[in-house]
Nanobody
Framework: DVQLQASGGGLVQTGGSLRLSCAASGFTFDDYSFGWFRQVPGKGREGVSFISSSVGFTSYTNAAKGRFTISVDNAKNTVYLQMNSLKPEDTAVYFC?????????????WGQGTLVTVSS
C-alpha cells in the first residue's frame, strides 16, 4: 500500500523554525516528484513547495520563498520541508503529496496532514 506519513508539526513562536518530514512507502521513491501543500480551515488547499530531484528542480510559492527549503533523502525515502522565520500566517495543516510528474493532482498520492501553529 502507498503511504505518505507526514510529521514534525507543532506549536512554535513567530520567528521560529520547524522541519516537516514525509516518509514514503509503497512506490519507487526515486521515480516520483513531491510537493508540500497547506490548508487553513475554511480555505482551499494551496501549494507551498515542489521538488523533482531527478532533474534538480525545486519551486516555491511567494509565501515560502526565502524562508522554506524542500529536500529529499532518497536513502530514507523521505521528503523534508525546513521552515524558518515562521509567521502566524503560516499556521495551517501541511500535507505532502507525490506524483510521477508535476503538477500534483488530487488523484495522485496524498498523505495525512500535520498541524503547524505559529503563535504571535
Amino acid at each position: 500500500d502507498v503511504q505518505l506519513q507526514a510529521s514534525g508539526g507543532g506549536l512554535v513562536q513567530t520567528g521560529g523554525s520547524l522541519r516537516l518530514s514525509c516518509a514514503a512507502s509503497g512506490f519507487t521513491f526515486d521515480d516520483y516528484s513531491f510537493g508540500w501543500f497547506r490548508q487553513v480551515p475554511g480555505k482551499g488547499r494551496e501549494g507551498v513547495s515542489f521538488i523533482s530531484s531527478s532533474v534538480g528542480f525545486t519551486s516555491y510559492t511567494n509565501a515560502a520563498k526565502g524562508r522554506f527549503t524542500i529536500s529529499v533523502d532518497n536513502a530514507k525515502n523521505t521528503v523534508y520541508l525546513q521552515m524558518n522565520s515562521l509567521k502566524p500566517e503560516d499556521t495551517a495543516v501541511y500535507f505532502c503529496a507525490a506524483a510521477k510528474q508535476l503538477p500534483i493532482l488530487a488523484s495522485d498520492y496524498w498523505g495525512q496532514g500535520t498541524l503547524v501553529t505559529v503563535s504571535s
